[in-house]
């Protein structure tokens, strides 16, 4: 058997990579396709990253879609709406979550499932403790300009953060490095491997969850804080409706940056109590086997010995 992960190369994913060690782990074949490539490759499985599928297309087997997000602004309803009238029907749909499945709101019978974000279980197993930091701050993720990074930059470049570091692990940052080039405090790295980008983490006195005020940004999982979480380092966030949700169901506490960064203080933020919350349980593997995917595809494929 073979699955086929489709989508434009663009954005990050880590969850192929997860999708590709758990599938690769019980002998299913993977690959990671542009859209134009399906009729060449003929997967028994076409699992689309949405994105747009207005044409189904798979000459020898069935399709996904997943959405790992509702649609961004500028017209992000419009986009939303486009989608549900346009996109393609599969044969099971997945979502991050009931908020993004709200936004497009298919009703028809087709089968679906929720996968939230994971973390890797290496992330899990112990390490040394960096004891001196090499960074103050660290952001790891997207720096597109919807998150609007100048703002927070500019608090290193002249701001109150401008005696202290903060390195960014990204990618297709040349844009903003140009811009903040003068600042020998702002630093820049990436593309990294996830065992690299948790390296970084480690050397971090606090991580930044840093992302846009508005929708549909706030209903929705922040992998980077998970990622911070998980290695353990004092989190510095934004505030928003699934970051309370999140604390109200796991626990920790984190530092809630005020919009106006009037807060963002060496002292206030090494006076703050930080605690940690437990997610062992939100490993890639468990969010996988209770996203409602593995039902589908034993029944559809039940020659295949697939996990329990």
């Known amino acids: 058997m073979k699955i086929a992960f489709v989508h434009p190369h663009k954005a990050f994913l880590p969850e192929i990579q997860a999708y590709s060690s758990f599938f690769q782990s019980h002998g299913i074949q993977t690959d990671s396709i542009y859209p134009k490539q399906i009729d060449a490759i003929r997967p028994d499985l076409a699992w689309h990253f949405m994105g747009s599928d207005f044409k189904k297309k798979n000459p020898s087997g069935l399709i996904i879609h997943e959405y790992a997000s509702a649609s961004v602004p500028p017209t992000r309803w419009i986009k939303d709406k486009m989608k549900f009238l346009l996109n393609a029907k599969p044969d099971f749909r997945l979502f991050l979550n009931e908020f993004v499945k709200d936004q497009y709101g298919f009703r028809d019978n087709i089968p679906c499932g929720f996968r939230d974000m994971g973390i890797n279980e290496e992330t899990f197993r112990p390490h040394p403790e960096e004891k001196n930091k090499k960074y103050d701050f660290?952001?790891?993720?997207?720096?597109n300009r919807s998150v609007k990074m100048d703002k927070l930059l500019?608090?290193?470049a002249g701001g109150r953060m401008k005696n202290r570091n903060i390195l960014i692990l990204s990618r297709e940052y040349e844009e903003i490095r140009q811009k903040f080039q003068a600042y020998p405090n702002i630093?820049?790295?990436?593309?990294?491997s996830q065992a690299e980008v948790a390296e970084h983490l480690r050397q971090s006195s606090y991580?930044?969850?840093?992302s846009p005020q508005s929708e549909p940004f706030l209903h929705q999982t922040s992998t980077k804080m998970l990622e911070y979480l998980a290695c353990r380092v004092p989190v510095i966030t934004v505030d928003s409706p699934w970051l309370r949700g999140f604390q109200s169901n796991r626990g920790g506490h984190y530092f809630i940056l005020s919009n106006d960064f009037s807060n963002f203080n060496w002292e206030e933020i090494n006076s703050f109590h930080y605690t940690f919350p437990d997610l062992r349980d939100l490993t890639w593997k468990n969010q996988i086997m209770k996203s409602?995917?593995?039902?589908?595809?034993?029944?559809?494929?039940?020659?295949?010995?697939?996990?329990?």
């Open 154 to 156: 500019d608090q290193f």
């Open 187 to 192: 630093l820049f790295k990436g593309p990294l």
């Open 207 to 210: 991580a930044l969850n840093y």
């Open 138 to 143: 660290v952001f790891s993720g997207s720096i």
């Open 292 to 308: 409602g995917i593995m039902t589908f595809l034993k029944n559809r494929f039940p020659e295949i010995h697939w996990p329990n």
